[in-house]
């Protein structure tokens, strides 16, 4: 494709070149100066009806164009009432993160908790309405996978004190405390509180798993790789609920 479309260049771009490549060998090659004695010039037609390179792409990826729409375009769910992003906590924060335990659940079995780092949700709200597919590459664009870690309680306190630290992560529900000082107090993990010598699970994206985000702690930790990826499993949660998106906007997160 590349070649032929060098070939299709207008004839007067050939000109421009050839006219500015000869210039500047003139004026490179000699140290007397140079006059232009004479100038011929012709006049081209452009003729607008001729299709373009352009058109002639766009034919091509059109039927892959209207696949890729038919995809993007259908509806898999609907939202109950818009759902905003915010920190501490807030009702799209509080979904994003039971989607997370949920799937996590489904693929691996007994998970205490999910998080989700708040910067990698990529829209401010889920509007009330439709949601397509589209909306939910909106939501989540990055390929992150979703993971499993084990760890004991004290590695869980430094994931809680991070998330206190940026001033609130989605986290799922039974899992809450309270922000004091940049630091996480009176963690609450199952209704039980935290226990620093005690194991627990959590799903998370790989991102943070692989210590992005500030979590570099996290990459030395236990690891269960679940070969989905995090906009997939919100997908097909989404699916798996018959498209109804609830709307819940308790407080997980609490501040002085």
């Not at 691996?108 to 998080?115: I, K, N, P, R």
């Not at 870690?149 to 529900?173: C, E, F, H, N, T």
């Not at 998106?245 to 308790?250: G, L, P, V």
Request: one cysteine or more.
């Amino acid at each position: 494709m590349c070649k032929n479309t060098v070939n299709r260049v207008p004839k007067v771009l050939h000109r421009l070149v050839i006219v500015f490549i000869t210039m500047t060998l003139i004026s490179s090659c000699s140290k007397e100066i140079q006059h232009i004695s004479s100038i011929h010039s012709e006049n081209y037609r452009i003729d607008k009806r001729q299709p373009s390179d352009d058109d002639e792409i766009a034919t091509l990826i059109a039927p892959y164009k209207e696949k890729l729409d038919a995809t993007m375009n259908e509806v898999i769910g609907t939202v109950e009432k818009t759902m905003n992003k915010s920190k501490p906590n807030s009702a799209l924060n509080n979904w994003m993160a039971d989607v997370l335990l949920s799937q996590a659940r489904k693929n691996a079995g007994e998970v205490d908790f999910a998080l989700q780092n708040y910067g990698g949700i990529r829209i401010p709200s889920l509007a009330k309405g439709d949601v397509t597919v589209g909306k939910i590459y909106e939501l989540m664009p990055f390929d992150n996978m979703l993971v499993v870690l084990s760890a004991d309680g004290k590695v869980v306190q430094q994931m809680m004190d991070r998330i206190a630290d940026y001033g609130g992560w989605p986290v799922s529900g039974g899992t809450t405390f309270r922000i004091d000082n940049g630091k996480a107090v009176d963690i609450i993990i199952n209704g039980k509180p935290i226990s620093l010598n005690n194991k627990y699970t959590f799903a998370l994206p790989d991102y943070i798993a692989n210590g992005g985000d500030g979590s570099d702690f996290l990459s030395a930790t236990e690891r269960t790789d679940l070969n989905l990826l995090v906009r997939d499993a919100i997908i097909q949660e989404i699916k798996d609920v018959n498209g109804k998106i609830s709307y819940n906007d308790e407080i997980r997160i609490k501040t002085q």
